[in-house]
């Protein structure tokens, strides 16, 4: 029978739009686009039912949970929570001081924490001392969503797309962050400073005292073997490839260890966990594998190294932007998906390049607009929630300037690292 | 006491207007969308009667003056039963025009309930990419469909009529309300244009 790859273009973007319009949640859009997918896949005999299942990377989702219940277990304990301030109290009482060290913390947390749960503890630790010290709350919750999203796009652990293309293009914890996390801790003081240029208006009120603000950690114990547990995680990871150890393993053992040594029900650390991601990446794979298969992927592929003219250079470019660019609109798992199999495809003799230019561009188009990213969103239902006026198109304006400003420091970037001549 | 004039024709008084539309709201939109279909269907299927009628008329009435013609008249304007046939036909077409306006009247308010369903009052871009979302859907049900039916073997032919047709009809209601949403869209942009230019002048 005649394949007709309209018909499974078709169901990709419809699996999109019913995510962006918010028809359904991204988990069920990308569930009814793997259901007609594999239906109609089986009734043109473009895979077989067997196939399907064999889609979905097991390893992939092995990796998420794995880190998801880590740091579910880990973040109950108040660690980061404790440390954000203990941050707070050492940078005194100037607001432009306390920008940048709730910035730094927040790109940090995020390293390990999932961004929404790094939102929900930065924001209230950014509103609360606002409320404290009389400081306007916008400057310093905006900055804590958009280094949020900015913080973990140097390490393979730190989003969701990272373990996708990670895994993908076969780099272990240590090769993934010698590429990337100079390039992230660089990207920090860049969108800091440009925060801190657009708001620097809103950050001259004079200094407030905070000796007598005090940190009390209830449950001391937990959070010293909250700490542990992230220690032999991050050691874990960083001795992988000498260990032969692979990333999915290494979160299974530190989730298994993070369960039986606290004290927390694991029924509710399931519970918490975020599935909809989980049944997102499962269902896309579906989509995107299936659609490998009518040979549409492969046609980007080739158009990606046409417009590319077959340079290195020019198809890194290419891939930052376009992957910026469509992570603004779309959900960076689903780009990062989209994207793996022609990166996969091409023919090029390196492709670390290609894959640090994914990474790149998925993790930074994801905070440009509050209507389209999760953390933004989050950061201004906050500042509602605290009965403050916010004006959409300014923070538009703020997020698109930063992911503007970072993107063409990351082309930059690229090109010098891996040395890219055109 | 000011008065405003109805797209019906009827005269409403301002007071009886906000009472209608508090009704609207405390009843919900099923109210609101069964009133509307109480007026607007009677009408249109009493206009498509007469449509139907007018269009039987111009098939036959022409057929009983072929031969009669007017002089000094260009073909086919001399022809009686061109043009009996023209004008019945014109009226058909008139009735059936008013016989559609008021189905897709009738459908505004189900419309609405469907897009306050679908999860309240949306941006105009959203609503614009849900009902395109919703258009790709109900095309690729259709294909899914459309090999149960054929393998069906007999009652399957007509099992596809019916999914095409329902397609067709689906399709035409988000066709329309995203031509609607649209209008309303530029609408209110150009109105916005004209009274900053009335303020300028």
Redesign the interface.
Known sequence: MAIEPV?YM??Y??TL??A????FPLSVSAM?GAL?MA??GL?DGLFTYEEIFSFIDLRLIALLIGVMITVETVGRSGLFRVLGLYAVKLAGGSPAGLFVVLSVISAATSLFLSDAAAVLILSATALAISRELGYDPTPFVVASALMINLGGTGTLIGSVSNMIIGLNAGFDFVEFAAYLLPCELMLWWITIAVLYLYYRERLRDSPKLVEEYHVRVENKGEVIKAALILAIMIGLYVSSERLGVPAEAIALFTAVLALTTTRYDPVEVFERLDWDTVFFVASFLVLVRGLERTGILQALSQLIYEASKGSLAYATLLTLLVSGITSILLANVAVALTFVPPLKALNLPDKRPLWSALVLGTNLGGASIPVTSVVFAMAVGALRHEGLKVDMGELSKVGLLTSMAQLAFSALYLLAYFRLSF | MYVHVCSRGDVMSAKDRELKSEEAVKGGALLDWREELRVRLPRAALYLLVAIAFYILSVIVPGLVIGVKLPGVLEPFSRLDWLLWAFLLLIALAFGGNAVYNLLKALDPLLEAMARRMGGNVRPAKRVARDVAYMLLVVLVAEALTPIAESLGGPGQPLKIVIGVTTLVLLLILVYDVGKVTYRYIESKVELLIKRLEKIV
């Open positions: 018909k078709l169901v973007v419809l739009l019913l962006v319009s918010e028809v009814l007609l239906w109609f009734n």
